[in-house]
């Protein structure tokens, strides 16, 4: 595949990531491997992109992926024959990818409901939305596809409850209050999602529950579900989640990444029109966390 630089300035590596599907790792490493070719000759990733540049690189090969059904303890919170509501651990990926191929939510889910929409195809059987590998909680699944088609149109509407529990960075200067920002891939990292012109809308609620000075627990919830919303959200208006790898300080409270936790999942059941709301409590990491910072609340 061919692209034309259209401005001069960007290091090879970067230009890639910014004008193709590869990531700047992957370019880099393809740079490395000789695979890539400006104007038919091999530069180095700090090389200069000059505008006309012709660069010629290939799509690195897709890795094949197995799903497999496995024998993974799974939090069923609820389960009919068109629905099911389960509780992620922190640190299940919630579906298999090239850097995870097995132990996810989905290779449980094929254990325990045989029965999961294909709409999403093999990869994501039955799922209707994410939450983060970090991010434990609450998550719909359907069991067919008119259930599924009928969960992803209420997410869309905004219509499903979403309310999250997160310990945050500082002490916010109101007790509630909307943040109204689009969120986007960022042009600077793009592992990261940010508050960018570009972005998509999105709309986070919070409200303060606790404050214990140098940290706050919020409740927030989601008006719309863009990738990494609350994560990114938070730390944009200066308080970002407690233990967030990606987004937060390296000083933080000490864990197995950020605390943050679906809480509460509301919906419509795509058959019988009921309003069905479930609750589930954070995990004990979470609430010993908590209970820490109680006792040494001034």
């Known amino acids: 595949m061919e692209v034309i630089i259209k401005e001069t300035g960007a290091r090879l590596d970067k230009a890639l990531a910014c004008l193709t599907d590869l990531s700047r790792s992957q370019a880099k490493d393809a740079i490395k491997a000789g695979q890539i070719l400006v104007n038919g000759k091999a530069e180095k990733a700090k090389y200069t992109v000059k505008a006309g540049d012709v660069i010629s690189y290939e799509l690195p090969q897709a890795e094949s992926l197995s799903y497999e059904a496995e024998a993974i303890p799974l939090d069923i919170i609820y389960e009919d024959d068109d629905v099911a509501v389960v509780n992620k651990p922190q640190g299940m990926v919630v579906h298999p990818s090239a850097g995870h191929r097995s132990a996810t939510l989905v290779n449980a889910l094929m254990y325990h409901i045989k029965d999961l929409s294909t709409i999403n195809g093999v990869i994501r059987p039955g799922i209707v939305h994410r939450i983060d590998k970090d991010t434990s909680g609450l998550l719909m699944i359907a069991k067919n596809d008119k259930a599924h088609q009928a969960l992803a149109a209420e997410l869309k509407d905004k219509k499903s409850l979403r309310q999250y529990l997160a ?59 863009r990738t990494h919303q609350i994560r990114v959200h938070m730390a944009y208006i200066g308080h970002p989640l407690a233990g967030d790898p990606l987004y937060g300080p390296r000083k933080t409270l000490s864990g197995q990444g950020q605390f943050l936790h679906a809480k509460t999942l509301g919906f419509t059941h795509p058959k019988t029109g009921e309003t069905l709301s479930f609750t589930a409590e954070a995990p004990a990491l979470f609430q010993e966390t908590l209970e820490k910072l109680r006792n040494k609340r001034p």
């Open 167 to 225: 310990i945050v960075h500082g002490n916010l200067p109101n007790d509630r209050g909307v943040i109204e920002a689009p969120i986007g891939r960022s042009e600077k990292d793009r592992k990261k999602q940010a508050v960018t012109a570009k972005g998509k809308p999105a709309v986070t609620h919070f409200q303060v529950l606790e404050r214990f000075g140098d940290y706050t627990l919020v409740e927030l919830t989601l008006e719309t579900g």
